[in-house]
């Protein structure tokens, strides 16, 4: 078993979720509330990922991120590196294509709750920012999980972006998937089959976690 | 500068219709305001207006010597800045909160142990002792209405508000409830607001009522004048008065106007009606019902009927008459077992003078449908 790789895996997996909730959380609320007209635009390109081959995603990341784009060279005059082929051009890749898999289910949570419990709280004196901490978060919590989890067991799967983006460099973007990948490509299916099992195990406890967790935050 | 609330504004609430808000309601005591009309007519959204969740297109709505919005200056004040308390026709209270945290949500800011003092003090008020570590969802209807009202009551606004506070009871609950309410409520010397489409809680809980219909204020006044002397016809049928019959104006003498009408002749107090043609309001609960006399011996107001309809409504009957014009009256029912009454019978329908209140018509409508069933 390729150790390295589930770490790295975990790494990414855990980076992607976080940022997806400090990212998505704002993004989805606005989106739940806003009654601006481009809404729709907004969602569809939050939804896109969905729709599109990850290869389609990573291609694009490649083009506008590399070292003969503007965004790429500006980076690299920042960071000193570049972006593709890293830790952080996969991170990118992988925040980018688990977009829907966070912002949808928070975006749901955050509209079934009831207008009328965000109204009670401002007629209390509670300005919009404590009423969001206090009464729409935590009634919000299931579908707020639910998204984490989603993004996280998803991202841990991710392949497609991060090859391309990523390549397949050992303890730096060779992930858990990748190196099933390579390990078929260089027929030792044992290997490939050990992280397989992984992940399929991996990946059943997680959605049955998120059945059990979800059911029993439901109001009685 | 008033030293109350007053309102006048306009604001579309669903296509084309648009409620024109007139109100006037001092705020130095405890003093009940109806808003009452049928549902749909704007009544929740004026008071969301009031309170600041909506927002008017026009007017003007200030409170003591504070402007809570003015179109002209484009003044708006959120709910949190106008120290207001609403009651949310459904309680809206917080699931995932207990009664003391829900009744204590709106004392941000406080020390812990004032705080704590506070909802103590509330929850005894409110007969909510033992009840503070459950949750809304273990509440009974009743509690859940106390708790809402414990809530909004617990910051000592300047205003509160209630949207329909006892629809969500059942009748036996509402009855109840309806008689306490009041009580509860004036012990907060504030000024309250109330919305209802129910005409006895109207008339049990108000001073005064602001009746409404299809976003227009139609009358104003104390409960007495509303329902006794509506108006207008609209505001006739919308307080529920069961018979309004066209009629004409024959004489007035000492006081007393004789109307013709289909039926027969009507002796009322003449009033200050002027025109000829009138409208005759008669409450259900006005008329009473006899077999018909032997000879041909009718006293004033009484009226040769044939019964149409028998509709038993919980202790009372509807009894809807044909007198040459639609009548309705409301009898207990032994009333109608001690006069056996079918439909299809013949008696005789006296209707108490006193009680019949005279609209002014305008003669254009002569040739509408004569009585009206509400």
């Not at chain 1, 390549?167 to 973007?173: D, E, F, Q, S, Y």
């Not at chain 2, 020390?111 to 103590?120: A, L, P």
Request: include cysteine; proline fraction near 6%.
């Amino acid at each position: 078993m390729d150790w390295t790789a589930v770490g790295l895996t975990l790494k990414l997996a855990s980076c992607t979720t976080v940022i997806l909730f400090v990212v998505g959380v704002p993004l989805a609320y606005w989106l739940s509330v806003t009654r601006w007209r481009g809404r729709f635009l907004v969602e569809s390109i939050v939804a896109l990922p969905l729709v599109l081959p990850p290869t389609v995603l990573g291609f694009y990341i490649l083009m506008t991120l590399g070292p003969n784009s503007l965004p790429g060279q500006a980076f690299e005059s920042i960071f000193g590196r570049t972006l593709p082929f890293s830790f952080a051009g996969i991170l990118l890749g992988s925040v980018l294509y688990n977009l829907p898999f966070s912002v949808r289910p928070f975006m749901a949570a955050f509209s079934r709750t009831d207008r009328k419990l965000v109204e009670a709280s401002w007629c209390l004196g509670r300005s919009p920012w404590e009423t969001f901490w206090r009464i729409t978060f935590p009634l919000s919590r299931p579908g707020i999980v639910t998204g984490m989890v989603l993004t996280f067991a998803h991202s841990v799967g991710e392949f497609g972006v991060v090859l391309m983006v990523g390549g397949n460099i050992p303890g730096v973007t060779r992930t858990l998937s990748i190196a099933i990948y390579d390990d078929v490509q260089a027929l030792d299916y044992a290997s490939a089959g050990q992280a397989a099992m992984l992940l399929v195990g991996f990946s059943l406890v997680i959605l049955a976690a998120v059945q059990l967790t979800t059911r029993r935050e439901l109001p009685v | 500068m008033t030293n109350g609330l007053s309102a006048s504004f306009t604001k579309r609430y669903a296509r084309n219709v648009a409620i024109e808000a007139e109100l006037e309601q001092p705020a130095d005591s405890f003093s009940v305001t109806v808003l009452f009309g049928p549902s749909g007519c704007g009544k929740t959204t004026l008071l969301r207006c009031l309170a600041g969740l909506e927002r008017p297109e026009k007017g003007v709505i200030r409170f003591q010597d504070e402007t809570w919005f003015d179109s002209e200056r484009s003044t708006f004040r959120s709910p949190q800045q106008r120290d207001i308390g609403f009651c949310f026709q459904e309680f809206a209270l917080f699931p995932h909160l207990t009664v003391r945290q829900n009744v204590g949500y709106g004392l941000s800011g406080r020390k812990s142990h004032d705080r704590t003092n506070t909802v103590n003090e509330m929850l005894k008020r409110f007969e909510l002792s033992g009840l503070g570590e459950r949750y809304p969802h273990q509440l009974s209807g009743g509690q859940q209405q106390r708790t809402a009202v414990a809530r909004s009551l617990v910051r000592k606004p300047r205003l509160l508000l209630l949207d329909e506070p006892l629809s969500a009871l059942d009748t036996a609950l509402r009855d109840e409830l309806r008689s306490t309410l009041r009580q509860l409520l004036q012990q907060f010397e504030i000024p309250v607001v109330l919305v209802t489409h129910d005409r006895v809680e109207a008339i049990s809980l108000a001073d005064r009522v602001v009746v409404m219909d299809a976003g227009k204020v139609r009358q104003r006044g104390t409960v007495d004048e509303v329902f006794s002397y509506p108006a207008d016809t609209t505001v006739a049928r919308i307080v529920g008065v069961e018979t309004v019959a066209r009629g004409h104006i024959i004489s007035v003498e000492d006081g007393w106007a004789t109307i013709e009408i289909p039926g027969g002749r009507l002796l009322a107090v003449a009033s200050s009606i002027q025109t000829q043609h009138v409208h005759v309001c008669i409450k259900g609960e006005d008329v009473s019902l006899a077999r018909p006399p032997e000879q041909d011996s009718l006293r004033p107001n009484q009226l040769p009927a044939r019964v149409q309809r028998i509709i038993p409504e919980g202790p009372l009957v509807r009894v809807v008459l044909d007198c040459g014009f639609q009548l309705v009256a409301l009898v207990t029912r032994s009333t109608i077992e001690g006069l056996q009454l079918h439909v299809g019978d013949a008696v005789t329908a006296a209707v108490r003078t006193p009680a019949i209140h005279l609209l002014p018509a305008s003669p254009t409508e002569a040739n509408s449908p004569t009585g009206k069933v509400v």
